[in-house]
């Protein structure tokens, strides 16, 4: 099946760095790719949406001068968190559209210290 | 995006009981899907149910769909303390195509 590789799998950072985080599509293209963001005890909740070789599409009350996405192949997607504050902690997921549904990245944990 | 409702948010079951979590939804699907999730980790898909279905199983796991209330239940029946996770329902109501994920229910199975 369609497999997304997420990387890293849990960062630590100080406050006011920026940490990219990476999904690859291994053996499919992924046009499209959806970054959800999952607060301790809460739900998944779409941050953006990146099209291959467009502007990232932000849900509302998302910065998208902070939450900088990248999508520029058909393999890569990028979420870069830039100058991270501790609120911005969170568990960061990525999701591609396939044949059958949806596939997942596993997740990034980030802790900004 | 508008999240659905889960209940209960929170359960917890003896060993070998049955769990049943419920979810409801806004607006008109083409599927609804369920996934669990162990704690701090990511997503693992259960299983879809489409919106000409009305009940789906596969092997412990029991979905049911009611369009008309636009809402569906998950039963995992002879519970096993392994089974212990957070359960979402999701829809693909979003509008950039994305799903849209219930609040979830966190289940505990106590051995």
């Known amino acids: 099946g369609a497999v997304v590789s997420q990387h890293p799998s849990w960062v630590i950072c100080k406050s006011g760095t920026s940490v990219k985080i990476e999904c690859r599509s291994l053996d499919f293209q992924a046009t499209t790719m959806f970054w959800y963001r999952q607060f301790p005890k809460q739900s998944l909740m779409l941050m953006a949406t990146?099209?291959?070789?467009?502007?990232?599409?932000?849900e509302q009350g998302v910065e998208k001068d902070k939450f900088l996405i990248n999508h520029a192949s058909l393999t890569l997607s990028t979420l870069t968190v830039t100058s991270a504050h501790p609120e911005d902690s969170s568990f960061y997921i990525c999701?591609?559209?396939?044949?059958?549904?949806?596939?997942f990245g596993s997740g990034t944990r980030l802790t900004v210290v | 995006s508008q999240q659905g409702e889960e209940d209960p948010q929170a359960l917890s079951i003896q060993e070998g009981e049955n769990a049943t979590m419920n979810c409801s939804y806004k607006?008109?699907?083409?599927?609804l899907q369920w996934y669990r999730q162990n704690s701090g980790r990511g997503l693992v898909h259960l299983i879809l149910i489409r919106s000409n279905e009305r009940e789906k199983h596969s092997g412990r796991l029991r979905v049911t769909l009611d369009t008309s209330k636009k809402s569906s239940s998950l039963l995992i029946t002879a519970s096993r303390a392994a089974d212990t996770a957070s359960y979402f329902c999701?829809?693909?109501?979003?509008?950039?195509?994305?799903?849209?994920f219930g609040k979830g229910t966190k289940l505990s199975v106590k051995p």
């Open positions: 607006t008109s699907i083409n599927n």
């Open positions: 999701a829809t693909d109501e979003g509008s950039q195509g994305n799903l849209i």
């Open positions: 999701s591609a559209s396939v044949n059958y549904g949806y596939t």
């Open positions: 990146s099209n291959e070789g467009s502007k990232a599409t932000y």
